[in-house]
């Protein structure tokens, strides 16, 4: 438990906790108020000493029953699309930093409602919305593509040959385009604060003849500044160093990794055990495929509590499959100190960021159900899903 809010004994918080594990339905994706606040409270903390502006990315951290906890930390938010600014503009009460590879005709008139900032992937879309935009006070950037990142999976690296995100130097020509006031460049995944420092120094030597011309530099996503380890006092340092060479500059980081980052689990029930081939595997009520999907896309193995990752001679081990017929919705193998048990709980850890803001419903599997443990840890459940979810979709 990273912190407990402060109307809460840890003895009150055990004694709820224990109660609100028997009461959460599975499979659940629940998130731990506690750990989130910790989150909250490490970002809070950089955005003061640097001087910047932190947003929360939907795309990664829509958990929006949360809204007005991180809006008590954060500067607001960053979407991707009509959807997430209407989202958050309801439910955090802010207008977004707003970003999209393309906008469409028919959803801007809206989308300029909810937005404060507008950021356009070409020349073209720039030409053919900001002057609307404009008209409505919203402040209009450019995303750049600076050709810098150390990202290893070509699925998550904006940089790749031929990438469609953001304008390269070599196509924005040596006068900016009447009215763009910021540059919006996202290239991090995962990563640490010295890969941002390397970035930054790509993107002056880049792009740093129009910086002094501008008010904002977003520089994205990607910034797991939650992970245990992250070079905290590094990042601060970095990020004053370049507001010192530019201090036209208001500097916004967008991450939503490291907001939801280890802030909670999905819930699943081990539903069968099978034999196969000298595999032992147990299928859960949840799926890898619909419900974790970046462990497979990224991919990674998931940890399991209680559980050791690295499989251990002499010890119960298993394969989890999920419930759909993927034949590769599967993963393993993890080992038990006791054997599994049909009814048995499985915790996958970490698993609210990037998880339900991209589940499917193939096979017509039912989604989880979603809630909280709250600061006080008693659990709360704010939805569950059944079949108008899925036929909704269709
Ligand atoms: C433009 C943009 N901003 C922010 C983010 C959030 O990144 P992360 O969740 O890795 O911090 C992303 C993620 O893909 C992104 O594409």
Not at 52 to 70: D, Q, T, W
Not at 209 to 219: G, M, R, S, V
Not at 273 to 280: L, N
Request: charged share 20%.
């Amino acid at each position: 438990m990273a912190c407990l809010g402060t109307n809460y004994t840890i003895s009150n918080y055990l004694t709820n906790i224990k109660m609100a594990y028997s009461n959460i339905p599975s499979p659940c994706y629940v998130l731990e108020e506690n750990l989130l606040i910790s989150n909250l409270e490490l970002l809070a903390s950089v955005r003061q000493r640097a001087g910047i502006e932190i947003i929360c990315a939907l795309k990664g951290f829509s958990f929006y029953h949360e809204f007005p906890l991180v809006k008590q930390y954060l500067d607001g938010a960053t979407a991707s699309s009509l959807n997430e600014a209407r989202l958050a503009f309801e439910e955090m009460n802010v207008k977004s930093h707003v970003y999209s590879p393309a906008y469409l005709e028919s959803e801007f008139t809206e989308l300029k409602n909810y937005a404060s900032h507008i950021s356009f992937n070409s020349l073209r879309q720039y030409e053919t919305f900001a002057s609307r935009a404009m008209q409505l006070h919203i402040s209009c950037g450019i995303r750049i593509n600076p050709e810098y990142a150390e990202v290893e999976t070509e699925m998550y690296n904006p940089c790749i040959a031929g990438s469609r995100l953001g304008i390269r130097r070599a196509d924005l020509g040596t006068i900016l385009p009447a009215g763009i006031e910021g540059f919006h460049s996202h290239t991090l995944c995962e990563n640490d604060s010295y890969v941002l420092s390397r970035t930054l120094a790509v993107i002056d030597e880049k792009f740093g003849e129009f910086l002094p011309q501008l008010k904002w530099l977003n520089l994205g996503g990607g910034h797991l500044i939650t992970r245990e380890g992250y070079d905290v006092d590094h990042l601060v340092k970095t990020l004053q160093d370049f507001k010192a060479k530019y201090p036209n500059l208001t500097i916004i980081l967008e991450p939503g990794s490291a907001v939801g980052w280890q802030t909670g689990f999905l819930k699943s029930t081990v539903l069968d055990i099978v034999e196969s081939a000298g595999i032992t595997v147990a299928i859960v009520d949840c799926s890898f495929a619909a419900h974790m999907p970046d462990t497979l896309e990224m991919p990674y193995k998931p940890r399991i509590r209680y559980a050791n990752s690295e499989p251990e001679i002499g010890k119960p081990t298993y394969r989890f499959g999920g419930m759909t017929c993927l034949a590769g919705d599967f993963y393993g193998d993890y080992s038990f100190d006791k054997a599994l048990q049909i009814g048995d709980e499985i915790i996958f850890e970490d698993m609210i960021h990037y998880t339900m803001v991209k589940t499917t419903t193939f096979n017509g599997v039912n989604l989880p159900s979603i809630g909280k443990i709250d600061q006080a840890g008693n659990f709360v459940l704010y939805k569950s899903f059944g079949y108008e979810s899925y036929k909704d979709r269709l």
